[in-house]
């Protein structure tokens, strides 16, 4: 066991062991920036289609480890997966952003009807990259946390500043929370059988927790992503679990403590010194270079690296971006930085 995850920095980095060179990888590393992405994506015909044929979305998980050797493989799928495991419709319209339907501030979460079958592809897609992958290679999971899911369930597609469904959660606690609950307990399900078809850690992206007031904050991101690590601990004992709650700012060491995740991934705003000093000493960090550092490239990425670096020296650290990889980002800035944060490995 203890070779195997010395062979494999990211892992290890995960269950608190620092390493001088960080391990790299990058949220959003299979997708649209990448030429071969587009290619398998025209072929296939969208994203959907893409991300429901096993064979298709284990090519795209592979991709950036081919191109790069990333020390993490994320799985090639998306968190709305869930609710269309819940019954509503899903759609990848070109140029436009997801929409699911009916939204349930059109209906109630009852009338769903449930169709857990849409999951089994992305089960398929983990055990065809679990034999591909190299060695040394870590395979990230993940699911979306029930506040940023229960965003798109409830408005049907994104929000501006996700203003319908706090409403909502203010003006029904009871039926919101119950919304919260049906998405964390499917969850748990579905990361549980990730790990079971062959994920080495996971990641829980709260892409909206950055918008909710401090009680909000504590109901609708603390105590169900506490939930389900609980609940996943028990299933899944020492398989790491990242938390990404973007834009949590302030908020950041209750939601390290209270949740009880492995790992901690920090948005772009947050100063990597303030986290560092604010952070339980040991506890594993990921991130967070500006994406805009990466598209911009030549001093202002290597700036941004080296702040980010200088600022983990004592604590084990993941090196990724504060959120996902813009579309338009060259391809040379990201060899550019592995090169900066790998210098001469
Ligand atoms: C909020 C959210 C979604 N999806 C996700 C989040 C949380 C993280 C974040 O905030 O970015 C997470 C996600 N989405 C995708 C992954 C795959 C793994 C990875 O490479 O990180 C992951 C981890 C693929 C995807 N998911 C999507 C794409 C682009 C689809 C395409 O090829 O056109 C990819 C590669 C589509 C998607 N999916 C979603 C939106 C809002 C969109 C449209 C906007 C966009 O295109 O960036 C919902």
Redesign the pocket.
Known sequence: MIERDTAKPLLSTLRGKRQDVPPIWL??????YLPEYRAL?AEKGG?LALATDPEAAAEVTLQPIRRFGFDGA???????MVPWAMGQDLT?GPGE??RLAPALIDTVLGALEAVPERLQPVYGTVSRVAAALPSQTSFLG?A?SPW?VATYMVVGQ?SKDQEATRTLAYRDPGAFGEIIHAIATLTVDYLAAQIEAGVEAVQL?D?WAGSLSPEQFERWVIEPNALIVRELRARAPGVPIIGFP?GAGAKLPAYAQLTKVDAVGLDETVDPRVADAQLPSGLPVQGNLDPLALLVGGEALDRGIDRVLAAFQERPHIFNLG??IGQHTPIAHVEQLLARVRGGR
Do not use: C, E, V, Y
């Open positions: 949220m959003r590393q299979a997708g649209r994506r994203f994320i799985l090639f799928s998306d968190i709305l990848f952003g997801p993940f979306g940023t994104g992206f892409s973007k959120h996902g």
